[in-house]
C-alpha cells in the first residue's frame, strides 16, 4: 500500500526584504507594528501546517487563541485580520463566507513548495482553491524549465575559481566607495535639527496616512488637529499618530464621519488628545 502523502508543509520561506518599502506587509507594520507581523506568521504557521488553507473548527475560539498566544486583545486581531483581507494579504471571500484563512501568494508558494516533492498543481488543489489556470500554468512550466542543479553547480564551481582574482583587485575600490558613502551620510546629518524634524515629521504623517487609509475628512480633519498641536508646541510624534488612528478604528469600526469629528472636537476643547467617546 503506497504511504500516504502529507499535504502540510514543516517550513516556508520568507522574504528577505519584508522591512523594505516596497514589501506587501510595509502597511500592515506601519499601522500595528510587531502585532501585525505577529498576528500575520500565526495564520502562515497554521494554514502551512495543514496545507493551502486553515479552516479553524470554530472561528471565535480561534480568534481568542491568536490573541493570547500574540499577547493581544481580540478585538485588535479582528481589526489586524480584517486589515489583511482588505489589503489582499488574505483572501477576503474565503474568510467571510467559509472563515478560510486562504489567499493567492499562499497558495502560490505552497504549490511552488510542493513541486519539491514532485506534485502537479492539478494534484494538490481543491477546496477554497484561487489560483487561475494562467498562473497554474505558470508554476507548471516554471519547474518543468528548470536545469539539473548538480550540473549547473559543477559550472558555477569553475566561474567561482575565475572571479576569485577579480574579487581581490576589487576589494580595494570597493572600501573606498564605502568610505565616500560614510563620509556623505555624516554630512547630510549636519542639515539643522529643526528644518529635518519638521520635513520628516510631515513626510511621515503622509506615509502613515496613505498605510492606514486615512482618506478625505477625516484625513483633513487629522491634519488640523496636528496644526491645533503644532501651534501650541505639542508636536505629536509618529507613534503617537499610529496611536490615535487605532484607537479611533477601535471607536468606530469604519465611520470615518465619526473619527473626523472626535478629532474636531479635540481641537475645540483644546486638547492634545483625542476621546473616542461618542
Known sequence: MPRKVRQDLSYFTLDCD????????????????????SVYIHILCDVYGTGYYFKPDDYED????????????????????????????????????????TSHGIQKRYAEAMKGRKRSVAEIKGEYWLLTEDEEA???????SQPNANKSEKIDDK?????????????TEQNRNKQKETELKSDDKEVSKKEET????????????????????YRDA?????????????????D??????????????????AKAEALKRAVRGGYFDVKENK
Not at 506587509?25 to 507594528?33: G, H, N, S, W
Not at 566561474?159 to 576589494?171: Q, R
Not at 478604528?249 to 469604519?254: L, R, S
Request: net charge negative.
Open 240 to 257: 503617537k499618530i499610529y496611536d490615535i488612528i487605532v484607537r479611533l478604528d477601535f471607536a468606530y469600526q469604519n465611520d470615518d464621519s
Open 18 to 37: 519584508i522591512f523594505s518599502s516596497k514589501s506587501s506587509l510595509k502597511p500592515l507594520m506601519r499601522r500595528f507594528k510587531a502585532d501585525g507581523l
Open 159 to 171: 566561474s567561482e575559481k575565475i572571479d576569485d582574482k577579480s574579487e581581490i583587485y576589487n576589494t
Open 198 to 217: 519638521n520635513a520628516y515629521a510631515r513626510e511621515s504623517y503622509e506615509d502613515i496616512f496613505d498605510g492606514c487609509g486615512v482618506t478625505g475628512d
Open 62 to 101: 480561534y480568534l481568542f487563541e491568536l490573541a493570547e498566544d500574540c499577547g493581544i486583545t481580540v478585538e485588535k486581531v479582528q481589526l489586524i485580520i480584517a486589515f489583511m483581507a482588505d489589503r489582499t494579504l488574505l483572501d477576503a471571500f474565503s474568510l467571510n463566507k467559509n472563515t478560510a484563512f
Open 138 to 144: 505558470e508554476i507548471d512550466t516554471f519547474y518543468k
Open 222 to 238: 487629522f491634519w488640523a488637529f496636528i496644526q491645533h498641536c503644532n501651534m501650541n508646541k505639542r508636536v505629536p510624534t509618529n
